[in-house]
């Protein structure tokens, strides 16, 4: 039981890490050095395992009705909120917020196909 949870654990913390090198990389408007990003992945790895579950809960009612659709929008404020926390992580605009969030999700997706 304890090794699933720190394996669930990991893999969020890798899968942030790697999501946000990717964006930086690919994605105009989000910038930020190496260590500053590694550590936001860290914290994005963190909400995600401790903070989306709750979120996914206490708004389910609007999931139900937009189809699932509102999940991308927890997505989209989880990373919003890690940008928030580190001034050396730059988003700049909605539009590299939105491909920012896009990479985590088909990150995720990949690694949850993948090693789950």
Do not use: C
Not at 63 to 76: A, K, Q, V
Not at 89 to 94: E, F, W, Y
């Amino acid at each position: 039981m304890i090794y699933s949870f720190l394996r669930g654990f990991a893999l969020h913390i890798i899968i942030g890490s790697v999501a946000f090198l990717i964006a930086v990389r690919f994605v105009d408007g989000v910038y930020g050095d190496t260590q500053s990003v590694i550590i936001a992945g860290v914290v994005l790895g963190f909400m995600n395992f401790l903070i989306r579950p709750v979120l996914k809960i206490i708004t389910l009612p609007l999931r139900i009705l937009t189809l699932g659709l509102f999940t991308f929008i927890i997505n989209i404020a989880i990373v919003w909120f890690v940008k928030a926390l580190f001034p050396e992580l730059v988003i700049d605009g909605i539009a590299a917020l939105l491909y920012t969030t896009v990479i985590v999700w088909a990150i995720e997706f990949v690694f949850y196909s993948t090693f789950s």
